[in-house]
């Protein structure tokens, strides 16, 4: 069976796509307008260096996921899907009204403050926009609309950054107006998303975030393709945490290049990650083809690699502009590392994402989706904090994608080992 994106302009899947959309691009607007104050305006807070302070904010928007998570997968299981989706757009309205208070009055504890409501409007979006996928859509279709999802996730995180970064030259009333003008976009199209009822009404809330999410966790673990599922995924994540904190820095020291190069670069590997979720999804033809996730992961293996090893001397002389850069053969060679990097990052997770679908019950698919979440955010702390240690010891960036590009065979092995599946199948998508 062929897949086809027919769906993609019909009422079951476009609304929900613009709501991600927008709420990722909010996010990523939000959070770097943030860095941009510190880094360049002298937003401070307490005394702290403008380095840790950035440290700071980040972590203030992850820590959402963390407290959360399970209580949002419960929320997502027992009510209508669409009607939590227009509760938290609206909620990402007063949240902007916050951050543009915050602009005007340079107040950091209120920047920091929409920071932390915009990572909790994130943590309860999120269980929702994966979970009613198989409400919207058909089997054959799942593969497709987890696709597209990744690519609209990418590169709304992908504009987010630059014209977030843009936006704060033009002053306050600026930012404010795109962010407000964002997230109301987003509640006009949660408004149109169809209902997607309650899988399990009887679920419990509970104040105990702990021993909840705890309690989440093991009965994901449980249930031996949501443990494969999630074990990948939270793997990419942290492989996509390392490169992505590090870029900026690697593209001055390794490669020579400008502030303007890494958005190049960022944006080379962004558009990389859809093209692959998408052309992933059509290789599917309507069927979940766990035989990609190998191909994605050896690909990224050998892009990593690749990167790495060309370009492991440190650069020495004035930093390139653009026209410069891209004038070089040889920087040609590290854009299509990065582009393919991204792009069989996009075969990898794909996959991935709907076999945690397909294989959660109905009535736990929420939950799923959101004790993904909570693991993922432990990698990307856990990607932080061995980037350090081997930066620390290494002391050269292209040494530590070398190290986490090796790293990715032994993860592969170990994922393989736990969901034989995925071998079995290696070579199902080639077939008709």
């Given at each position: 069976?062929?897949?086809?994106?027919?769906?993609?302009?019909?009422?079951?899947?476009?609304?929900?796509?613009?709501?991600?959309?927008?709420g990722?691009?909010?996010?990523?607007?939000?959070?770097?307008?943030?860095?941009?104050?510190?880094?360049?305006?002298?937003?401070?807070?307490?005394?702290?260096?403008?380095?840790?302070?950035?440290?700071?904010?980040?972590?203030?928007?992850?820590?959402?996921?963390?407290?959360?998570?399970?209580?949002?997968?419960?929320?997502?299981?027992?009510?209508?899907?669409?009607?939590?989706?227009?509760?938290?757009?609206?909620?990402?309205?007063?949240?902007?009204?916050?951050?543009?208070?915050?602009?005007?009055?340079?107040?950091?504890?209120?920047?920091?403050?929409?920071?932390?409501?915009?990572?909790?409007?994130?943590?309860?979006?999120?269980?929702l926009?994966?979970?009613?996928?198989?409400?919207?859509?058909?089997s054959?279709?799942?593969?497709?609309?987890?696709?597209?999802?990744?690519?609209?996730?990418?590169?709304?995180?992908?504009?987010?950054?630059?014209?977030?970064?843009?936006?704060?030259?033009?002053?306050?009333?600026?930012?404010?107006?795109?962010?407000?003008?964002?997230?109301?976009?987003?509640?006009?199209?949660?408004?149109?998303?169809?209902?997607?009822?309650?899988?399990?009404?009887?679920?419990?809330?509970?104040?105990?975030?702990?021993?909840?999410?705890?309690?989440?966790?093991?009965?994901?673990?449980?249930?031996?393709?949501?443990?494969?599922?999630?074990?990948?995924?939270?793997?990419?994540?942290?492989?996509?945490?390392?490169?992505?904190?590090?870029?900026?820095?690697?593209?001055?020291?390794?490669?020579?290049?400008?502030?303007?190069?890494?958005?190049?670069?960022?944006?080379?590997?962004?558009?990389?990650?859809?093209?692959?979720?998408?052309?992933?999804?059509?290789?599917?033809?309507?069927?979940?083809?766990?035989?990609?996730?190998?191909?994605?992961?050896?690909?990224?293996t050998?892009?990593?690699?690749?990167?790495?090893?060309?370009?492991?001397?440190?650069?020495?002389?004035?930093?390139?502009?653009i026209?410069t850069?891209?004038?070089?053969?040889g920087?040609?060679?590290?854009?299509v590392?990065?582009?393919?990097?991204?792009?069989?990052?996009?075969?990898?997770?794909?996959?991935?994402?709907?076999?945690?679908?397909?294989?959660?019950?109905?009535?736990?698919?929420?939950?799923?989706?959101?004790?993904?979440?909570?693991?993922?955010?432990?990698?990307?702390v856990?990607?932080?904090?061995?980037?350090?240690?081997?930066?620390?010891?290494?002391?050269?960036?292209?040494?530590?994608?070398?190290?986490?590009?090796?790293?990715?065979?032994?993860?592969?092995?170990?994922?393989?080992?736990?969901?034989?599946?995925?071998w079995?199948?290696?070579?199902?998508?080639?077939?008709?």
């Amino acid at each position: 069976m062929q897949a086809g994106f027919d769906f993609f302009v019909t009422r079951r899947f476009l609304p929900l796509f613009g709501t991600q959309f927008m709420g990722a691009f909010n996010d990523n607007l939000l959070r770097t307008a943030v860095v941009v104050l510190i880094s360049y305006y002298g937003l401070s807070f307490l005394g702290l260096p403008a380095e840790q302070l950035v440290n700071l904010a980040a972590g203030i928007f992850i820590l959402p996921f963390f407290l959360f998570s399970a209580t949002a997968g419960k929320v997502s299981e027992c009510f209508d899907k669409a009607r939590i989706a227009r509760v938290v757009k609206l909620a990402e309205v007063g949240i902007m009204l916050l951050t543009g208070a915050g602009l005007f009055l340079h107040s950091t504890p209120m920047l920091l403050g929409a920071l932390f409501l915009m990572g909790t409007h994130s943590t309860f979006f999120g269980p929702l926009k994966y979970s009613v996928l198989p409400q919207y859509l058909n089997s054959h279709e799942l593969v497709g609309g987890n696709g597209l999802i990744e690519m609209g996730t990418f590169l709304a995180i992908l504009f987010g950054q630059i014209i977030g970064s843009l936006m704060m030259h033009h002053g306050p009333l600026a930012a404010t107006a795109i962010t407000l003008a964002t997230a109301l976009t987003g509640y006009g199209f949660s408004r149109a998303m169809p209902p997607a009822p309650p899988t399990a009404q009887h679920l419990k809330l509970s104040l105990n975030v702990v021993a909840d999410s705890s309690r989440l966790v093991r009965s994901a673990w449980r249930i031996d393709g949501v443990r494969s599922a999630i074990l990948g995924i939270s793997w990419f994540w942290l492989m996509g945490a390392v490169y992505t904190t590090q870029l900026p820095t690697f593209t001055r020291l390794h490669l020579g290049g400008n502030a303007d190069v890494y958005t190049l670069l960022l944006a080379v590997f962004s558009v990389g990650i859809g093209a692959g979720s998408v052309l992933c999804a059509k290789l599917s033809r309507g069927r979940l083809q766990l035989g990609l996730v190998l191909a994605g992961s050896l690909g990224m293996t050998v892009a990593g690699t690749d990167l790495a090893l060309g370009a492991l001397p440190l650069y020495r002389g004035a930093l390139l502009d653009i026209a410069t850069f891209v004038q070089s053969g040889g920087n040609w060679h590290h854009i299509v590392d990065l582009a393919c990097l991204g792009f069989f990052g996009g075969f990898f997770t794909v996959p991935l994402y709907t076999w945690l679908q397909t294989a959660s019950p109905d009535a736990f698919r929420s939950q799923a989706v959101a004790a993904n979440n909570i693991i993922n955010g432990f990698y990307m702390v856990a990607a932080a904090l061995a980037s350090a240690l081997l930066l620390g010891w290494l002391h050269n960036i292209a040494m530590l994608f070398l190290a986490v590009s090796l790293i990715n065979v032994l993860a592969l092995a170990l994922l393989v080992r736990g969901a034989p599946i995925i071998w079995k199948t290696r070579l199902a998508w080639l077939g008709r």
